[in-house]
């Protein structure tokens, strides 16, 4: 669930340690295919599965920017309105397909005043149902003194 601006994070209530909360998100074939529409992601292996079968993957996969898009996500419902997704850096580690549970988290690892901002830097992942990690990603976030 998105934050909204009634519980709106702020700098100074923040720690090194925090944890985001986990934002999970089912992966399904229609999702896939929505997303090369509205992409212009024409690549076969997101939404032919004997096409992604003959490549070698037990069905098609979960886009590359999907994953991304997903993190993204997870640092947008936690940093509020007020907050500034200022850079984002994903890795794509390990394919998922439909049908899996990709689990997103996030902890502060630094957190620090710059120029007049206050910014926080979160160390993201994204997980299978097996506990591998598809996408790790970092996100430095501008959050609201007060």
């Known amino acids: 669930m998105p934050n909204t ?10 720690h090194v340690g925090d944890e985001l909360p986990v934002l999970k998100k089912n992966t399904t074939t229609l999702q896939l295919f929505r ?5 212009w992601n024409t690549h076969r292996i997101h939404y032919d599965k004997d096409y992604a ?3 070698g993957y037990p069905n098609v996969l979960v886009h590359s920017h999907l994953h991304g898009a997903f993190l993204t996500q997870l640092c947008t419902d936690w ?33 620090k005043m710059e120029n007049g901002e206050g910014l926080v830097t979160v160390d993201l992942k994204e997980i299978n149902e ?5 996408a790790p ?7 609201p003194l007060e």
Do not use: H, W
Not at 130 to 134: D, I, N, P, Y
């Open 130 to 134: 097996k506990g591998e990690v598809c």
């Open 137 to 143: 990603g970092r996100a430095v976030i501008k959050l």
């Open 79 to 111: 940093m509020g309105e007020k907050g500034e997704l200022k850079s984002l850096e994903v890795n794509i580690k390990r394919f998922a397909v439909p049908g899996e549970t990709l689990t997103c988290k996030g902890i502060i690892v630094e957190k």
């Open 53 to 55: 079968v003959k490549e």
């Open 35 to 39: 997303y090369s529409a509205i992409t």
């Open 5 to 14: 601006k009634l519980d709106q994070v702020v700098f100074r209530e923040i």
